[in-house]
């Protein structure tokens, strides 16, 4: 039987870097995980703000995780805790009838989507679904069955800049069936989109923009490659899009969070429960949202010149897994250690496609200089991230030297 209720992490269960951690750090994350999921609620504020400052869930588990499986101290992953914990809003209780409500018919659950008053009673539901069926079955029932319920959590799923989303990727990657509940009832209860996406390009270019869009298509027999095309396609644009000169290197909010999704397709094409056609599917939706995603961003200029170019503000040694240990005890969101665990992973992933056409960004170098990018961009001054990269306007704030002070430090405390 899975426990929806309960996390557990052993010193053996460290994601897709596989590395070895020891038998403390297992503890205390398994223990802080637990605390979240007890003690907070799924926003951060009444507005619907996300436990990491934007659009819909808590992100505490993500970079717990992220930590834990890039090699993290107890010290760190602590220290991650702590420093998030005063800004949650404490969970709330559940109301009286909702639960009986879901469980005595789905349907009812058209009455309290994307309300996120009702998580409460989306994750009691979800965490006796995941004991009684198991989190594949969940799974494949509520998004992935391809009738009109599930499709509609399935664009709720990749809503929010794609949050629900790297939280079932964390879900799914750890086997925490307490996580998939969580992320199942985050995905009920998303509010409405923040970027205006779907307001902005799709409204403005709605023809055109399907058109392109309905190119994109993977089969089965393709999936390997393509998983690995999208994202180092994905980390291709997000880093170009980040060189702006004269100013700081800075990557775009929204871009960042569609390289922080990407390693879901990894791990979803190593379960062997969730159908091929349906990893396909998901895949060609993911391309889909990039495209989406960078029109949204003003299409913002990318040159693999540009970062071949790049010179690092201070130069680390070791590979791009390496160097993404100088951001365990950086004080933001997890963003951070997120996007440099997934660029290291993308790294990895695409070194067998060397010879493919799509696959600019080669050798251990080039992928070296995009980690040196990765970390630059939130160590260097001003707010850690622009919105909206191809939009001149965004860039005016952003300095233009490299320094340290006060600015700095608010910004890694508040994740800005």
Request: some cysteine.
């Amino acid at each position: 039987m899975e426990h929806a209720s309960k996390f557990l992490i052993t010193k053996h269960n460290t994601g897709l870097w596989n590395v070895e951690q020891s038998e403390e750090a297992a503890e205390k994350v398994t223990e802080l995980l637990q605390l979240d999921l007890k003690n907070h609620h799924v926003f951060l504020n009444d507005d619907g703000f996300h436990n990491h400052t934007m659009l819909t869930r808590r992100k505490l588990p993500q970079h717990l995780l992220a930590l834990y499986g890039t090699g993290a101290s107890v010290a760190n992953i602590q220290k991650a805790y702590d420093q998030r914990h005063p800004l949650t809003r404490p969970s709330k209780p559940r109301h009286c009838n909702v639960l009986f409500e879901l469980e005595r018919d789905w349907n009812n659950a058209r009455n309290y989507l994307g309300k996120d008053e009702y998580y409460p009673d989306f994750l009691s539901y979800f965490q006796r679904t995941v004991d009684a069926r198991g989190y594949a079955w969940t799974v494949n029932e509520f998004l992935l069955k391809q009738d009109a319920a599930a499709d509609d959590l399935l664009v709720r799923l990749h809503a929010g800049a794609l949050h629900p989303l790297t939280q079932l990727t964390y879900a799914l990657e750890w086997r925490q069936p307490a996580m998939v509940a969580e992320a199942m009832a985050q995905t009920c209860a998303r509010l409405e989109d923040g970027d205006k996406t779907a307001d902005g390009v799709l409204a403005r270019a709605k023809e055109p923009m399907l058109a392109l869009l309905g190119r994109i298509r993977v089969t089965p027999e393709q999936l390997e490659e393509k998983t690995a095309e999208m994202f180092h396609a994905i980390v291709y644009v997000a880093s170009g899009a980040a060189i702006r000169p004269p100013h700081h290197v800075k990557y775009d909010y929204f871009l960042m969070h569609h390289v922080n999704a990407s390693p879901f397709y990894p791990t979803a094409n190593r379960q062997a429960w969730i159908p091929d056609a349906a990893k396909a599917r998901l895949l060609e939706w993911k391309m889909r949202m990039d495209v989406v995603q960078y029109a949204a961003r003003g299409c913002p200029s990318f040159s693999l010149d540009d970062i071949l170019r790049y010179e690092a503000e201070i130069r680390l040694e070791g590979s791009p897994r390496d160097m993404s240990k100088v951001l365990h005890d950086f004080g933001d969101d997890g963003h951070a250690i997120e996007q440099a665990r997934a660029t290291a992973l993308c790294h990895e992933l695409t070194r067998s496609y060397a010879d493919r056409p799509w696959a600019v960004l080669r050798g251990d170098e080039t992928w070296r200089t995009v980690q040196h990018m990765v970390v630059d961009a939130v160590q260097g001054p001003g707010r850690l991230y622009v919105r909206g990269a191809g939009m001149e306007e965004v860039w005016k704030d952003v300095p233009l030297q490299w320094k340290f002070g006060d600015e700095f430090l608010r910004a890694s405390m508040f994740g800005q």
